[in-house]
Structures are given as C-alpha cells and as structure tokens.
C-alpha cells in the first residue's frame, strides 16, 4: 500500500512558478510529487479523484490571526481557530500575540506550538511580541524567541509610539534575519475616535479618526525601517496615501511590504448602516473611494497581502452602543469569499489574487507554504469558483460569530482543504 493521493482534470494555479493551467497533482506521504499537465500517471494503489470543474491552489496563508488561548478560551481556542481556518481553505495561520498571558516569553511560543500539534489541523506558526505584555516600553529576546519558532514580531493591536525603541526593534530584528510587523494608529490623532472621520460618521454622531493616524505613524516606520535596513512589514493599511507611503519607501531602497485586511477590500463605511458593531473595526471601514484606491493597490502589486485579520469576539463585547463595542471581526471561514468577489468582478486577476492569498505571505514570513512545486509539503486548497452560497451564523465555525459577512451572498468557496496531504475539511 502507498499513501498516495491523484487528484486529476485540475485547473492548478501556482503563484509560485507562475502556472496556470489544466492537469494533475500526484502526493505521496504528504509531499507533491508533481503538479501540472506533464504530471505522470497515478501511481499504482494511489486514490485518484477526478476534480473537474475545480481550481487548485497552495493551500491559503493567513499571517494575521487573533485567538483566544491562552486566557480567552471562551472566545476562540487554537483548535476552533484551525477548524475555522481549514473551513475557509486556509492551512496555515499566523496567531498574534495578544493573549493572557502575552506570548512574550519562550515558554509560551512553545505552548501555542504544542497546542497546535496536539490539536490543530492546520499549521500553526506563534508570533511573538515586540515588547513585554505588549506595552511598548522593553523590548522582548527577539534572539530566543526567534529560535524557539516565532515567525515575527509585532505588538498586535498595539501600535509602537516609542520612536527609540522601535528603532533598536528594527536593528535588532535585522540581526536576526526576523520580520517587524506593526499596526500604524497614532495614539493621540487616533484617541476616541470609532469610525472614519467624514460627513457619515458626523450625521451617525460619532467621533471620527482622521486619515492622518494612520499615515503620519506609518510614514515614521518606514523612515526608521530605511534607517536600520529591516525587514518591516505594514500590517494593514486602509488608505490610498498609505499605498503611495509604501511605493514612496521601497524607491529610497527600505525593505517593506504590507497587508490590508478584506474587510477593507469589500466593504466600507456605509456598511455600518445603524450602529452595526460587527463593522466596527480597527482601521475603521473607510469611504468608497478609498475602498477602490485599496483594490487597484492590490491589482498592481503595492499592497502585498490580504489577511483576514481574524479577531473573535462574544456578545459581551460586541452587543453595545457603537462606542464602547470593541473593535474586530473573524474572518478566517470568509476570507476567500470574499476576495474572489474582487475576481468576479474582473477588479484584481485570480493569479494575483492567490498570490497575495498564499504565496506572498509565506515569502515575507519564510513559511513552508505557498507552493504547488513538486517537493513541497502538500497543503492544497481545491476552490469551486462558481458555488453560490449564504453565510449562515449558524453554520459558522469560530467559537464567536461576529461577521460582517453575515447572510452575504458569496459566489464561490473552498471545497476541499489538504494539509500535507491529509483531508481536513471537505463540503
């Protein structure tokens, strides 16, 4: 008996090598042999599924993932996320570190690993805080927490005001080849602010947060990202005058890249509608043609990639006045969706699309991902481009169920999830 798998009459897209087209991926003991239309015949013994009508693509990266555990278990565990994960085609994760206690500590990068072998069923990769418990005064052991498997360092929802600090992070990040990956919001242009600033939010009456938080620290990063010549990454941006921020960065030689969540890319601030919480979010939905500007930004390749920025909260957190709910949204199960509404609309080609889904992401982190090329683990993602569906609170994974997306009309999902060849998620 050989542990082989064919799955055939594919149409495989491979950011990785640039491939699209109609063909085979033949895995044995979780490694894909080949994948494409020159690949050989089954194996013999091998269990071969005929997937016409399927698109396959490296399995899905999300490098922005909020979870519970440890601490806030209630809300989302590393097993419930993975599961959520695995539903939406996603099979590797990055859990940020803002958990009770903060994964500041090399013990508690080896508990969310251990976690995640014992119970996971997707690939698990811990970031690491930037400061001790996230409060932006000393910095964490970025050389033994790096060891001991953290993928980058970030201060979670907590941006770095201290300009001194974030630039002996960035030095010392750079001597340790490790990715800095921060929110940009300015504590002060920021303070009491709970959605976009501009005519809607006055005629809702609530106070506004200014473009300017957002930009005016982001441009003080990527200055201090040239000056140490670090790996620094803008974890979500909102704003066309952040893209251009970005652009202006990369041609004085900085090393950066960026991410915008899909929130950003398919919703916008008109959504809120009446008070509705599950649209409070941090960087607040922004106007329309901002929405646009973050599309073409994506398209042409400004913007990196798209995270979900899943981030679980129950009702004690989320059913308040619009002021005090608490900022967030899950989006691991909705995440792909929701992009390929952007490919359905003829906005941003699925080959770039996948690409910013999975094959960059693993690129910035240094992930074993975000590949079809023989040899390669074999975490695949088989998408029926062309399956309506419903988002029903009810059929939601996550522990928590605050979507933005729910009972929205999507066109399109993950069918099936393999992770190292293993199936672990199937409609």
């Known amino acids: 008996m050989t542990n082989s798998r064919v799955l055939k009459n594919l149409r495989i897209i491979d950011p990785s090598r640039g491939l699209d087209e109609t063909g085979t991926i033949i895995v044995e003991n979780g490694v894909i042999l080949a994948a494409g239309k020159s690949a050989p015949g089954a194996p013999k013994g091998a269990e071969v599924k005929d997937c016409s009508g399927l698109v396959a693509v490296p399995g899905l ?107 002996r992070a960035m030095t010392y990040a750079r001597e340790f080849g490790a990715v800095i990956a921060l929110e940009t919001r300015d504590r002060y242009l920021g303070a009491g602010g709970v959605m976009n600033e501009g005519l809607l939010a006055s005629w809702l009456g609530l106070p506004g947060v200014p473009r300017e938080a957002e930009i005016i620290p982001l441009e003080r990063d990527l200055r201090v990202a040239g000056l140490t010549k670090a790996a620094y990454h803008a974890a ?9 921020a970005i652009v202006t960065a990369r041609k004085r030689g900085a090393n950066v890249t960026c991410g915008v969540s899909i929130n950003h890319l398919t919703l916008n601030e008109n959504d809120i509608g009446e008070y509705r919480t599950f649209f409070k979010l941090s960087p607040p939905l922004r106007g329309e043609d901002d929405r646009v500007a973050m599309v073409q930004a994506l398209a042409d390749g400004t913007i990196d990639i798209i995270v979900s920025s899943h981030d679980p909260q129950d009702v004690d957190t989320k059913r308040l006045p619009f002021a005090d709910a608490a900022d967030g949204a899950i989006g691991l199960e909705t995440m792909l969706a929701a992009a390929l509404r952007l490919y359905h609309s003829g906005d941003v080609p699925l080959m770039r699309l996948i690409d910013a889904l999975s094959t960059r992401p693993a690129q910035i982190f240094g992930l074993d991902a975000g590949t079809l090329k023989p040899g390669a683990k074999a975490d695949i993602t088989l998408i029926d481009l062309d399956e309506p569906w419903i988002v029903s609170k009810d059929a939601i994974v996550s522990r928590s169920k605050n979507t933005p997306f729910e009972n929205a009309r999507f066109t399109g999902r993950a069918v099936q999830t393999y992770v190292a060849g293993k199936l672990v998620h199937s409609l």
């Open 236 to 244: 979500k941006i909102s704003l066309p005058e952040s893209a251009e």
């Open 61 to 167: 990266v999300d490098a922005r993932v909020f979870v519970g555990e440890p601490g806030g278990e209630y809300r989302e565990t590393i097993e419930s996320a993975s599961r959520a994960a695995a539903a939406g085609g996603v099979t590797s994760i990055i859990t940020m570190p803002d958990t009770d206690p903060v994964i500041d500590d090399i013990a508690l990068v080896q508990f969310v690993q251990k976690t995640a072998r014992d119970k996971a069923l997707v690939n698990v990769y811990p970031a690491a805080a930037l400061t001790r418990h996230l409060d932006g005064e000393e910095m964490t052991e970025f050389g033994l927490l790096r060891e001991a498997g953290a993928v980058c360092f970030t201060n979670g929802r907590q941006p770095v005001h201290d300009t001194l600090l974030l630039r």
